[in-house]
Protein backbone atom coordinates (compact mmCIF):
# COMPACT_ATOMS: atom_id res chain seq x y z
CA UNK A 1 0.00 0.00 0.00
CA UNK A 2 2.73 2.42 1.30
CA UNK A 3 4.92 1.22 -1.68
CA UNK A 4 2.60 2.21 -4.06
CA UNK A 5 1.89 5.62 -2.72
CA UNK A 6 5.84 5.69 -2.71
CA UNK A 7 6.02 5.30 -6.84
CA UNK A 8 2.76 7.19 -7.32
CA UNK A 9 4.87 10.41 -5.59
CA UNK A 10 7.96 9.39 -7.69
CA UNK A 11 6.21 9.81 -10.60
CA UNK A 12 4.52 12.90 -9.65
CA UNK A 13 7.69 14.36 -8.37
CA UNK A 14 8.95 15.92 -11.98
CA UNK A 15 5.62 17.50 -12.81
CA UNK A 16 5.56 19.13 -8.89
CA UNK A 17 9.58 19.95 -9.68
CA UNK A 18 8.83 22.07 -13.15
CA UNK A 19 6.24 24.17 -10.94
CA UNK A 20 8.76 24.79 -8.37
CA UNK A 21 11.67 25.65 -10.29
CA UNK A 22 8.87 27.78 -12.87
CA UNK A 23 7.36 29.47 -9.02
CA UNK A 24 10.55 30.13 -6.99
CA UNK A 25 13.58 30.44 -10.29
CA UNK A 26 16.06 28.54 -7.58
CA UNK A 27 16.66 24.90 -8.19
CA UNK A 28 18.15 24.01 -4.12
CA UNK A 29 14.85 25.71 -3.00
CA UNK A 30 12.65 23.85 -5.40
CA UNK A 31 14.05 20.59 -4.16
CA UNK A 32 13.56 21.28 -1.03
CA UNK A 33 9.26 22.69 -1.12
CA UNK A 34 9.08 19.37 -3.26
CA UNK A 35 11.12 17.13 -1.41
CA UNK A 36 8.86 18.98 1.88
CA UNK A 37 5.81 17.91 -0.20
CA UNK A 38 6.39 14.11 -0.46
CA UNK A 39 7.47 14.00 3.17
CA UNK A 40 4.19 15.29 4.14
CA UNK A 41 2.63 13.14 1.84
CA UNK A 42 4.00 10.09 3.13
CA UNK A 43 3.73 11.13 6.84
CA UNK A 44 -0.32 11.23 6.27
CA UNK A 45 -1.28 9.54 3.67
CA UNK A 46 -5.01 8.95 2.60
CA UNK A 47 -6.55 6.78 -0.02
CA UNK A 48 -7.00 8.45 -3.53
CA UNK A 49 -9.45 7.48 -6.62
CA UNK A 50 -6.25 7.92 -8.99
CA UNK A 51 -3.56 9.79 -9.95
CA UNK A 52 -5.39 13.20 -10.78
CA UNK A 53 -7.04 13.34 -7.06
CA UNK A 54 -3.37 12.46 -5.97
CA UNK A 55 -2.15 15.05 -7.57
CA UNK A 56 -4.32 17.44 -7.50
CA UNK A 57 -3.63 17.28 -3.49
CA UNK A 58 0.04 17.04 -3.97
CA UNK A 59 -0.23 20.15 -5.97
CA UNK A 60 -2.15 21.95 -2.75
CA UNK A 61 0.72 20.87 -0.26
CA UNK A 62 3.27 22.15 -3.22
CA UNK A 63 1.71 26.02 -3.01
CA UNK A 64 1.90 25.89 0.85
CA UNK A 65 5.44 24.84 0.50
CA UNK A 66 6.80 26.89 -1.98
CA UNK A 67 4.83 29.84 0.21
CA UNK A 68 6.80 28.84 3.20
CA UNK A 69 9.50 28.67 0.54
CA UNK A 70 9.33 32.16 -0.12
CA UNK A 71 9.12 33.33 3.15
CA UNK A 72 11.85 32.13 4.49
CA UNK A 73 13.80 33.80 1.63
CA UNK A 74 12.57 36.35 1.62
CA UNK A 75 15.71 38.60 2.47
CA UNK A 76 17.76 36.91 0.10
CA UNK A 77 14.46 37.47 -2.53
CA UNK A 78 14.24 41.25 -1.58
CA UNK A 79 17.69 42.12 -3.08
CA UNK A 80 17.02 40.42 -6.34
CA UNK A 81 16.47 42.90 -9.15
CA UNK A 82 16.08 42.56 -12.67
CA UNK A 83 18.82 45.47 -13.52
CA UNK A 84 16.69 47.97 -15.56
CA UNK A 85 15.47 45.42 -17.88
CA UNK A 86 14.88 47.65 -21.17
CA UNK A 87 11.30 45.50 -22.69
CA UNK A 88 9.09 48.69 -22.49
CA UNK A 89 11.89 50.27 -25.36
CA UNK A 90 11.86 47.68 -27.26
CA UNK A 91 7.93 47.62 -27.47
CA UNK A 92 7.60 51.72 -27.18
CA UNK A 93 8.54 53.84 -29.87
CA UNK A 94 10.42 57.42 -28.32
CA UNK A 95 6.75 59.23 -28.85
CA UNK A 96 5.36 56.20 -26.23
CA UNK A 97 3.68 54.36 -29.39
CA UNK A 98 3.91 50.52 -30.26
CA UNK A 99 6.69 50.52 -32.84
CA UNK A 100 4.43 46.75 -33.68
CA UNK A 101 0.99 47.23 -33.27
CA UNK A 102 -0.96 44.18 -31.14
CA UNK A 103 -2.50 41.93 -32.76
CA UNK A 104 -6.25 41.09 -32.33
CA UNK A 105 -6.05 37.25 -31.23
CA UNK A 106 -9.85 36.74 -31.82
CA UNK A 107 -11.20 34.87 -28.98
CA UNK A 108 -9.71 31.28 -29.19
CA UNK A 109 -11.61 30.14 -26.11
CA UNK A 110 -10.79 26.35 -27.44
CA UNK A 111 -7.39 26.87 -28.22
CA UNK A 112 -6.27 27.56 -25.02
CA UNK A 113 -7.54 24.32 -23.45
CA UNK A 114 -5.51 22.68 -25.39
CA UNK A 115 -2.05 20.57 -23.86
CA UNK A 116 0.33 22.22 -26.49
CA UNK A 117 -0.73 25.44 -25.30
CA UNK A 118 0.45 24.99 -22.14
CA UNK A 119 3.75 23.52 -23.52
CA UNK A 120 4.25 26.51 -24.81
CA UNK A 121 3.10 28.85 -22.17
CA UNK A 122 5.66 27.39 -19.55
CA UNK A 123 8.11 27.82 -21.69
CA UNK A 124 7.57 31.34 -21.82
CA UNK A 125 7.09 31.98 -18.61
CA UNK A 126 10.68 29.77 -17.95
CA UNK A 127 12.59 32.23 -20.32
CA UNK A 128 11.01 35.10 -18.05
CA UNK A 129 13.85 37.45 -16.40
CA UNK A 130 14.14 35.42 -12.15
CA UNK A 131 11.85 38.25 -10.65
CA UNK A 132 9.32 39.12 -12.95
CA UNK A 133 9.31 35.11 -13.40
CA UNK A 134 8.46 35.36 -9.52
CA UNK A 135 5.76 37.49 -9.29
CA UNK A 136 4.19 36.47 -12.00
CA UNK A 137 4.16 32.48 -11.11
CA UNK A 138 3.02 34.39 -7.07
CA UNK A 139 0.25 36.33 -8.61
CA UNK A 140 -0.94 33.96 -11.53
CA UNK A 141 -0.56 30.56 -10.54
CA UNK A 142 -0.15 30.58 -6.55
CA UNK A 143 -3.29 33.58 -6.74
CA UNK A 144 -1.46 35.39 -3.99
CA UNK A 145 -2.85 39.02 -3.38
CA UNK A 146 -0.82 41.89 -4.41
CA UNK A 147 -0.24 43.05 -0.78
CA UNK A 148 1.29 39.40 0.18
CA UNK A 149 3.44 39.37 -2.81
CA UNK A 150 4.85 43.34 -1.94
CA UNK A 151 5.41 42.02 1.83
CA UNK A 152 7.06 38.60 0.49
CA UNK A 153 9.38 40.59 -1.54
CA UNK A 154 9.98 43.58 -0.42
CA UNK A 155 8.30 45.22 -2.87
CA UNK A 156 6.42 48.54 -3.15
CA UNK A 157 3.12 48.29 -4.95
CA UNK A 158 4.34 50.84 -8.11
CA UNK A 159 7.03 48.48 -8.05
CA UNK A 160 5.03 45.24 -8.40
CA UNK A 161 2.85 46.93 -11.24
CA UNK A 162 5.94 47.35 -13.30
CA UNK A 163 7.22 43.98 -13.05
CA UNK A 164 3.84 42.24 -13.74
CA UNK A 165 3.67 44.70 -16.76
CA UNK A 166 7.02 43.62 -17.70
CA UNK A 167 6.34 39.93 -17.72
CA UNK A 168 3.04 40.36 -19.23
CA UNK A 169 5.21 42.20 -22.44
CA UNK A 170 7.25 39.37 -22.07
CA UNK A 171 4.93 36.46 -22.61
CA UNK A 172 2.56 38.39 -24.86
CA UNK A 173 5.64 38.70 -27.41
CA UNK A 174 6.39 34.85 -26.89
CA UNK A 175 2.93 33.72 -27.04
CA UNK A 176 2.76 35.33 -30.03
CA UNK A 177 5.68 34.43 -31.43
CA UNK A 178 5.33 30.86 -30.82
CA UNK A 179 1.35 30.58 -30.68
CA UNK A 180 -0.42 32.93 -32.34
CA UNK A 181 1.67 33.37 -35.48
CA UNK A 182 2.62 30.17 -35.80
CA UNK A 183 -0.87 28.65 -35.63
CA UNK A 184 -1.88 31.01 -38.03
CA UNK A 185 0.26 30.35 -40.50
CA UNK A 186 -0.72 26.23 -40.22
CA UNK B 1 -5.98 66.24 -26.37
CA UNK B 2 -3.13 64.66 -24.94
CA UNK B 3 -4.75 62.72 -22.15
CA UNK B 4 -1.23 60.34 -21.48
CA UNK B 5 2.06 61.95 -21.47
CA UNK B 6 3.57 58.83 -22.48
CA UNK B 7 0.54 57.57 -25.01
CA UNK B 8 0.16 53.73 -25.35
CA UNK B 9 3.13 53.22 -23.17
CA UNK B 10 1.52 54.81 -20.38
CA UNK B 11 -1.76 53.33 -21.09
CA UNK B 12 -0.45 49.69 -21.77
CA UNK B 13 1.16 49.96 -17.76
CA UNK B 14 -2.29 50.62 -16.47
CA UNK B 15 -3.78 47.82 -18.42
CA UNK B 16 -1.55 45.83 -17.20
CA UNK B 17 -2.14 47.36 -13.17
CA UNK B 18 -5.77 47.28 -13.49
CA UNK B 19 -5.71 43.26 -13.34
CA UNK B 20 -3.84 43.42 -9.69
CA UNK B 21 -5.44 46.53 -8.20
CA UNK B 22 -8.51 48.96 -8.74
CA UNK B 23 -7.44 52.04 -10.61
CA UNK B 24 -8.10 55.34 -9.34
CA UNK B 25 -10.90 57.35 -10.95
CA UNK B 26 -9.44 59.24 -13.02
CA UNK B 27 -6.81 56.67 -14.36
CA UNK B 28 -10.03 54.53 -15.17
CA UNK B 29 -11.39 57.75 -17.41
CA UNK B 30 -8.32 58.40 -18.75
CA UNK B 31 -7.58 55.04 -20.03
CA UNK B 32 -11.28 54.68 -21.13
CA UNK B 33 -10.69 57.17 -23.19
CA UNK B 34 -7.63 56.27 -24.71
CA UNK B 35 -9.24 52.57 -25.31
CA UNK B 36 -11.58 54.19 -27.41
CA UNK B 37 -9.32 55.88 -29.60
CA UNK B 38 -6.35 53.28 -29.80
CA UNK B 39 -6.96 49.95 -31.71
CA UNK B 40 -3.38 48.47 -30.77
CA UNK B 41 -4.21 49.11 -27.32
CA UNK B 42 -7.50 47.71 -27.07
CA UNK B 43 -6.07 44.51 -28.59
CA UNK B 44 -3.67 44.55 -26.43
CA UNK B 45 -6.33 44.93 -23.23
CA UNK B 46 -8.20 41.81 -24.92
CA UNK B 47 -4.66 39.91 -25.32
CA UNK B 48 -3.96 40.59 -21.20
CA UNK B 49 -8.03 39.30 -20.68
CA UNK B 50 -7.13 36.21 -22.89
CA UNK B 51 -3.53 35.61 -21.00
CA UNK B 52 -5.53 36.03 -17.68
CA UNK B 53 -8.38 33.54 -19.06
CA UNK B 54 -5.30 31.08 -19.84
CA UNK B 55 -4.06 31.45 -16.85
CA UNK B 56 -6.81 30.16 -14.73
CA UNK B 57 -6.77 27.28 -16.94
CA UNK B 58 -3.16 26.31 -16.91
CA UNK B 59 -3.83 26.49 -13.16
CA UNK B 60 -6.88 24.01 -13.25
CA UNK B 61 -4.53 21.84 -15.71
CA UNK B 62 -1.51 21.84 -13.62
CA UNK B 63 -3.71 20.57 -10.68
CA UNK B 64 -5.08 17.60 -13.00
CA UNK B 65 -2.69 16.65 -15.34
Not at chain 1, 170 to 175: D, N, T
Request: aromatic content about 8%; glycine content about 6%; some cysteine.
Amino acid sequence: MTSTLASDLEQLRPALLKFARLQLRNSAWAEDAVGETLLAALEKPRAFEGRSQLKTWLIGILKHKLVDQIRRNSRELSLTRDDDDTIEDAIFGQDGRWVEMPADWGNPEQELGRVEFFSVLEACVEKLPGQQGRVFMMREWLELESEEICKQLGLTPTNLWVLLHRARLRLRECLQLHWFQSSAGS
Amino acid sequence: MHWFQHGCREAALLVSKALDSPLTRTEGLRLAWHLWRCGGCKNFSRQLQLMHKAGARWRAYSEQE
